[in-house]
């Protein structure tokens, strides 16, 4: 069976670092979006999240794992990965890094075209994708130069570049990130706004939880290169699960989780992946020996947890199939409710 | 200049917009560039220079240059008829350094344009494709930096022989490796920028990446160090004629002192001989030099004096 | 007595590009052991503000008005009497600890040399005094033997204010301390920062764009706009209702999880913040303003108490008590 969109499976991104060691930076990812969805791809910098963006781009060669478009797995030739390009395409989180100085706007919306040697109605398209990045009228920004416009028409180029391909799927790096506060929800609109018209999905990379429940339909959290919870943005942000998205909800202002549960210690590194659950020497819910009396802590300690499936499979919370967590306290919290 | 007021412009016109930008780009270069005396009075002296070789064959008789149809005497101190005296074969000095002027920018120009071509090229492979590429282009670079330029053009020349194409072969094969270092440093510089992620996003192949983002962003520093660059390559040119490996059949400021030399002419107190081509080849690398690091601290702001 | 005045702060640069006035007339003050958030968006003159309440503006910055720290005006006192209170009076912990701190020395040396410089103690009681303070920003004792490069990002910002507290100041201006923290490390140091509010009653300034921090973790929260504070009032009732639309807008920047309104709604503003060196006439913010009526363009509005709440806004249609929020949203046309 196709799935429409895109798809990643037992995804695995290592890396060769300097005295022979060998860090894990994606650690089997089972992700997919399908067209026409918003999800979030959530975590601390570090987790994993940028590198599993730039796999699932074809910048960076899996070690393991495949990648597909519509049921047509990735392959990694020059014109394979040319074509795949037209389907899944990047914006990134700084536009003015983003943009050539040295073009204008025009240029820079019609490099995709000359790149596919799309050479019919350059610049109807180039119009076309201003317009619909909310650049009007597009014609007045063609000449201008990167250091002639604001932050947020900065990024609507960039969005307008990565639209003038008809993308259905658009991969964004912290899209809003470097931008000033009261640009961003007009960028996260626009998102939205391509997502209803036109039908395209989004993996939106990002560190920010509130800017996921403004956007996300689906969230997948990632901790040290696994996604650790996922599901429907509203239930995963308003009554999280894992013990590490529960902790990340509860710093934020007015959130939802009593707290905050502020977790000791920075993220540990993924040259060296704990054994059992790889979050349990900074978990709350192991350290408040709720884990032990539950009667999984030596599970926490010393048993793997399974990769997520992508969007099948049974999900833990009763709720919901498609609602995931990777936690054998959660997992033994529905054993005994069920 | 807004986006608003060059909206106001139809697209048709759009690569004459294109120019224009191009054009104003030029003249900020220029303004800024102004503000730089000491490469005003470079560019100054070496228009000048520039003028005088290029109006040569028509203000002088180039028959001047054949011995056998000279009349002055050897080695004639300055006279009215001879403002800078006359050489071993009764010659006018001043003809030589005016003749000889054509050949020593000629050879300095081309042999480095030929040597920023081939750094060009190996710096922006180097840089671009990284890993093994990088490391063999690199150490090639390195034997040449390590050679002494000066032995390894004498054994290419004796090698090859000596006329004025071997002579630009050899200087700019000489003298690429500096400029290839260079290169890879700002092509690495660039490499890092996110618009090159973008564009292999946009699925750019090698060519496109190298072609419309590191070149264009590399330019300006190939420009002032091609400037810098011209100014060794005349003084190699100098260095190997005065050696007496220039080509016998061109007359350059090197082959001039050569000359002189074997002419006695320092024993003799000649010094109308070997004046005019010492202060020329001195003159023109002062000025090369001079508007070089103008230019370099003109596309490189922080090369600037005085700006903390 | 108050810790902190600032009366009528105008600070103007002159620079190649002209006059630029980057403050232009704030108010603010601070009692020992409050809280006081600034917020706002780059350009609006916030940096400046932290700059000039410790003179640390370059030369070419004009400043006139009061900044008085316990009573003595910072703006006129003496180079010695200055240098006394950057040390003991008050310390600024910058964003981008990485630049901030000496790479060749280790932490404890680090936090040490402002002690041996301004206090008559011994190498070793310095020394004790830095491993403790490390322990009090919750880093390990043996962390003071790091080289800065052995440092997380969160770790060296916590060494930052590790070596803000060494003098024991009055006063702790953060300047984005946080933002470039992960959450999580953000939470932590934030945590921090709270807590030697609480236990040591010093005075805290904290600047940051982001407002649901702020509102978070200070009591007030002053917002600024081209120069100037647009809204000041309890950090909480600023962020959850607004009355000046700058204010609006950027708390809606930061949606709070669970509100519905929020979902799939996200607001912003057109436009970018003004150029310091061209702001527009009348209220800075009418060209942006989605609630701007004739008077906006006409004048600028000043910092008035709104009804009987506590807060000040500087805003025409909020002063006659309407709404600051338009009825509906729809993306305006860039």
């Given at each position: 069976?196709?799935?429409?969109?895109?798809?990643?499976r037992?995804?695995r991104?290592?890396?060769?670092?300097?005295?022979?060691r060998?860090?894990?930076?994606?650690?089997?990812?089972n992700?997919?979006?399908?067209?026409?969805?918003?999800v979030?791809?959530?975590?601390?910098?570090?987790?994993?999240?940028?590198?599993?963006?730039?796999?699932?781009?074809?910048?960076e060669r899996?070690?393991?794992?495949?990648i597909?478009?519509?049921?047509?797995p990735?392959?990694?030739?020059?014109?394979?990965?040319k074509?795949?390009?037209r389907?899944?395409?990047l914006?990134?989180?700084?536009?003015?890094?983003?943009?050539?100085?040295?073009?204008t706007?025009?240029?820079a919306?019609a490099?995709?075209?000359?790149?596919h040697?799309?050479?019919?109605n350059?610049?109807?398209?180039?119009?076309t994708?201003?317009?619909?990045?909310?650049?009007?009228?597009?014609?007045?920004f063609?000449?201008?130069?990167?250091?002639?416009?604001?932050?947020?028409?900065?990024?609507?180029v960039?969005i307008?570049?990565?639209?003038?391909?008809d993308?259905?799927?658009?991969?964004?790096?912290?899209?809003?990130?470097?931008?000033?506060?009261?640009v961003?929800?007009e960028?996260?609109?626009?998102?939205?706004?391509?997502?209803?018209?036109?039908?395209?999905?989004?993996?939106?990379v990002?560190?920010?939880?509130?800017?996921?429940?403004?956007?996300?339909?689906?969230?997948a959290?990632?901790?040290?290169?696994?996604?650790?919870?996922?599901?429907?943005?509203?239930q995963?942000?308003?009554?999280?699960q894992?013990?590490?998205?529960?902790?990340?909800?509860?710093?934020?202002?007015?959130?939802?989780?009593?707290g905050?549960?502020?977790?000791?210690?920075?993220?540990?590194?993924?040259?060296?992946?704990?054994?059992?659950?790889r979050?349990?020497?900074?978990?709350?819910?192991l350290?408040?020996?709720?884990?032990?009396?539950?009667g999984?802590?030596?599970?926490?300690?010393a048993t793997?947890?399974?990769?997520?499936?992508?969007?099948v499979?049974?999900?833990?919370?009763g709720?919901?199939?498609?609602?995931?967590?990777?936690?054998?306290?959660a997992?033994?919290a529905?054993?005994?409710?069920? | 200049?807004?986006?608003?007021?060059?909206?106001?412009?139809?697209?048709?016109?759009a690569?004459?917009?294109?120019?224009?930008?191009?054009?104003?780009a030029?003249?900020?270069?220029?303004?800024?560039?102004?503000?730089?005396?000491?490469?005003?009075?470079g560019?100054?002296?070496?228009?000048?220079?520039?003028?005088?070789?290029?109006a040569?064959?028509?203000?002088?008789?180039a028959?001047?240059?054949?011995p056998?149809?000279?009349?002055g005497?050897r080695?004639?101190?300055?006279?009215l008829a001879?403002p800078?005296?006359?050489?071993e074969?009764?010659?006018?000095?001043?003809?030589?350094?005016?003749w000889?002027?054509r050949?020593?920018?000629?050879v300095g120009?081309?042999?480095?344009?030929?040597?920023?071509?081939?750094?060009?090229?190996?710096?922006i492979?180097?840089?671009?494709?990284?890993g093994?590429?990088?490391?063999?282009?690199?150490?090639?670079?390195?034997?040449?930096?390590?050679?002494?330029?000066?032995?390894?053009?004498?054994?290419?020349?004796?090698?090859?022989?000596?006329?004025?194409?071997?002579?630009?072969?050899?200087?700019?094969?000489?003298?690429?490796?500096?400029?290839?270092r260079?290169?890879?440093?700002?092509?690495?510089?660039?490499?890092?920028?996110?618009?090159?992620e973008?564009?292999?996003?946009?699925g750019?192949?090698?060519?496109?990446?190298?072609?419309?983002?590191?070149l264009?962003?590399?330019?300006?520093?190939?420009?002032?160090?091609?400037t810098?660059?011209v100014?060794?390559?005349?003084?190699?040119?100098s260095?190997?004629?005065?050696l007496?490996l220039g080509?016998?059949?061109?007359?350059?400021?090197?082959?001039m002192?050569?000359?002189?030399y074997?002419?006695?002419?320092?024993?003799y107190?000649?010094?109308?001989?070997?004046?005019?081509?010492?202060?020329?080849?001195l003159?023109?690398?002062l000025?090369?030099?001079?508007?070089?690091?103008?230019?370099?601290?003109?596309?490189?702001?922080?090369?600037?004096?005085?700006?903390r | 007595?108050t810790?902190?005045?600032?009366?009528?702060?105008?600070?103007?640069?002159?620079?190649?590009?002209?006059?630029?006035?980057?403050?232009?007339?704030?108010?603010?003050?601070?009692?020992?052991?409050?809280?006081?958030?600034?917020?706002?968006?780059?350009?609006c003159?916030?940096?400046?503000?932290?700059?000039?309440?410790l003179?640390?503006?370059?030369?070419?910055?004009e400043?006139?008005?009061?900044?008085?720290?316990?009573?003595?005006?910072?703006?006129t006192?003496?180079?010695?009497?200055?240098?006394?209170?950057r040390?003991?009076g008050?310390?600024?912990?910058?964003?981008?600890?990485?630049?901030?701190?000496?790479?060749?020395?280790?932490?404890?040396?680090?936090i040490?040399?402002?002690?041996l410089?301004?206090?008559?103690?011994?190498e070793?009681?310095?020394?004790?005094?830095?491993?403790?303070?490390?322990?009090?920003?919750?880093?390990?004792?043996?962390?003071?033997r790091?080289?800065?490069?052995?440092?997380?990002?969160?770790?060296?910002q916590?060494?930052m204010?590790?070596?803000?507290?060494?003098?024991?100041?009055?006063?702790?201006?953060?300047?984005?301390?946080t933002t470039?923290?992960?959450?999580?490390?953000?939470?932590?140091?934030?945590?921090l920062i709270?807590?030697?509010?609480?236990?040591?009653?010093?005075?805290?300034?904290?600047?940051?764009?982001?407002?649901?921090?702020?509102?978070?973790?200070?009591?007030?929260?002053?917002?600024?706009?081209?120069?100037?504070?647009?809204e000041?009032?309890?950090?909480?009732?600023?962020?959850?209702?607004?009355?000046?639309?700058?204010?609006?807008a950027?708390?809606?920047?930061?949606?709070?999880i669970?509100?519905v309104?929020?979902?799939?709604?996200?607001?912003?503003?057109?436009?970018?913040?003004?150029?310091?060196?061209?702001?527009?006439?009348?209220?800075?913010?009418?060209p942006?303003c989605?609630?701007?009526?004739a008077?906006?363009?006409?004048?600028e509005?000043?910092?008035l108490?709104?009804?009987?709440?506590?807060?000040?806004?500087a805003?025409?249609?909020?002063?006659?008590?309407?709404?600051?929020?338009?009825?509906?949203?729809k993306?305006?046309?860039?």
């Amino acid at each position: 069976m196709s799935e429409p969109g895109l798809s990643a499976r037992g995804l695995r991104v290592e890396f060769g670092l300097p005295g022979g060691r060998t860090a894990r930076a994606v650690d089997s990812v089972n992700i997919r979006v399908a067209p026409g969805e918003v999800v979030a791809l959530a975590g601390e910098s570090g987790c994993g999240k940028t590198t599993l963006a730039r796999a699932l781009l074809g910048l960076e060669r899996p070690t393991a794992g495949a990648i597909s478009y519509d049921g047509t797995p990735l392959r990694y030739s020059t014109r394979a990965l040319k074509a795949y390009r037209r389907s899944v395409q990047l914006v990134l989180q700084d536009p003015t890094g983003a943009l050539n100085p040295r073009h204008t706007v025009y240029d820079a919306v019609a490099e995709g075209l000359r790149i596919h040697r799309i050479a019919d109605n350059e610049s109807d398209r180039v119009a076309t994708a201003l317009s619909h990045a909310g650049l009007r009228p597009a014609e007045k920004f063609f000449l201008a130069y990167p250091h002639e416009l604001s932050g947020g028409q900065r990024q609507r180029v960039v969005i307008a570049g990565a639209l003038v391909l008809d993308p259905k799927i658009i991969i964004a790096d912290e899209p809003v990130a470097s931008l000033d506060a009261s640009v961003r929800g007009e960028i996260l609109a626009l998102l939205l706004r391509l997502r209803d018209e036109f039908g395209l999905g989004a993996l939106v990379v990002t560190h920010d939880l509130g800017l996921a429940w403004s956007i996300a339909d689906r969230i997948a959290v990632m901790y040290l290169g696994r996604i650790v919870e996922q599901g429907p943005a509203e239930q995963v942000l308003t009554d999280p699960q894992h013990p590490y998205t529960r902790a990340l909800v509860s710093v934020l202002p007015d959130s939802p989780v009593p707290g905050p549960i502020v977790l000791s210690g920075e993220p540990p590194d993924a040259t060296s992946i704990p054994a059992g659950c790889r979050f349990h020497p900074r978990c709350q819910v192991l350290a408040s020996g709720a884990a032990e009396a539950a009667g999984v802590a030596d599970q926490c300690r010393a048993t793997p947890l399974p990769v997520l499936a992508d969007d099948v499979g049974a999900g833990v919370s009763g709720d919901d199939p498609t609602r995931q967590v990777a936690c054998h306290y959660a997992a033994a919290a529905t054993r005994s409710e069920a | 200049m807004s986006a608003q007021s060059s909206g106001q412009t139809a697209l048709t016109s759009a690569r004459a917009i294109a120019w224009a930008r191009r054009r104003a780009a030029l003249a900020g270069f220029w303004r800024e560039y102004r503000t730089q005396r000491t490469g005003l009075v470079g560019l100054a002296f070496l228009l000048m220079v520039i003028a005088l070789a290029l109006a040569t064959p028509w203000v002088t008789d180039a028959g001047g240059l054949d011995p056998t149809k000279v009349h002055g005497g050897r080695l004639d101190a300055p006279s009215l008829a001879y403002p800078l005296g006359t050489d071993e074969l009764g010659r006018s000095v001043l003809l030589l350094t005016l003749w000889g002027a054509r050949v020593s920018l000629l050879v300095g120009v081309t042999a480095t344009l030929l040597a920023i071509v081939i750094g060009s090229l190996v710096g922006i492979l180097a840089g671009h494709f990284g890993g093994w590429t990088s490391w063999v282009l690199m150490r090639l670079a390195d034997w040449f930096i390590v050679v002494p330029t000066l032995v390894l053009a004498m054994v290419l020349l004796l090698v090859l022989g000596s006329n004025l194409f071997t002579i630009i072969v050899v200087i700019g094969v000489a003298s690429w490796a500096g400029t290839a270092r260079l290169i890879r440093a700002q092509t690495l510089a660039v490499e890092g920028r996110p618009y090159l992620e973008r564009a292999r996003a946009l699925g750019a192949g090698h060519w496109h990446q190298m072609s419309r983002h590191v070149l264009p962003n590399v330019m300006p520093l190939v420009l002032a160090s091609t400037t810098l660059q011209v100014a060794s390559a005349i003084l190699l040119e100098s260095t190997l004629s005065f050696l007496g490996l220039g080509d016998p059949n061109q007359i350059s400021w090197g082959t001039m002192l050569h000359r002189a030399y074997e002419a006695g002419a320092v024993s003799y107190g000649a010094w109308w001989y070997l004046l005019p081509p010492g202060l020329g080849i001195l003159v023109v690398v002062l000025c090369f030099t001079l508007c070089g690091r103008a230019m370099e601290s003109v596309v490189n702001p922080r090369l600037r004096g005085g700006g903390r | 007595m108050t810790l902190l005045e600032v009366r009528d702060l105008h600070v103007t640069y002159h620079s190649s590009r002209g006059v630029i006035p980057a403050v232009r007339g704030v108010d603010i003050t601070v009692e020992p052991g409050q809280t006081l958030g600034v917020a706002g968006e780059s350009g609006c003159g916030k940096s400046t503000l932290a700059l000039a309440l410790l003179r640390l503006l370059p030369k070419s910055a004009e400043v006139t008005g009061q900044v008085r720290l316990n009573g003595d005006d910072v703006l006129t006192m003496t180079w010695g009497q200055l240098r006394a209170v950057r040390w003991a009076g008050a310390s600024i912990v910058f964003q981008g600890a990485m630049h901030s701190l000496n790479p060749v020395h280790r932490v404890a040396r680090q936090i040490a040399e402002p002690i041996l410089l301004h206090e008559n103690v011994s190498e070793a009681e310095a020394h004790g005094r830095a491993v403790e303070l490390l322990g009090q920003v919750g880093l390990p004792a043996w962390r003071a033997r790091s080289y800065p490069h052995e440092l997380s990002g969160g770790q060296r910002q916590r060494v930052m204010i590790a070596m803000a507290l060494a003098c024991e100041p009055d006063l702790i201006i953060a300047d984005e301390a946080t933002t470039a923290l992960d959450v999580m490390v953000q939470a932590q140091v934030l945590d921090l920062i709270a807590d030697l509010v609480a236990q040591r009653g010093v005075g805290l300034v904290m600047i940051s764009h982001d407002l649901s921090v702020l509102s978070a973790h200070c009591q007030r929260v002053a917002v600024m706009y081209a120069g100037k504070v647009v809204e000041l009032g309890a950090a909480h009732d600023v962020f959850a209702d607004a009355r000046h639309p700058y204010s609006d807008a950027l708390a809606s920047a930061f949606p709070v999880i669970g509100d519905v309104a929020a979902r799939h709604r996200p607001r912003g503003l057109g436009g970018d913040p003004p150029d310091p060196a061209d702001l527009p006439g009348g209220c800075s913010f009418h060209p942006r303003c989605p609630v701007a009526v004739a008077e906006c363009r006409a004048a600028e509005p000043q910092l008035l108490p709104i009804g009987a709440s506590p807060r000040l806004s500087a805003c025409f249609v909020a002063q006659q008590g309407k709404p600051v929020r338009p009825g509906t949203v729809k993306e305006p046309v860039t």
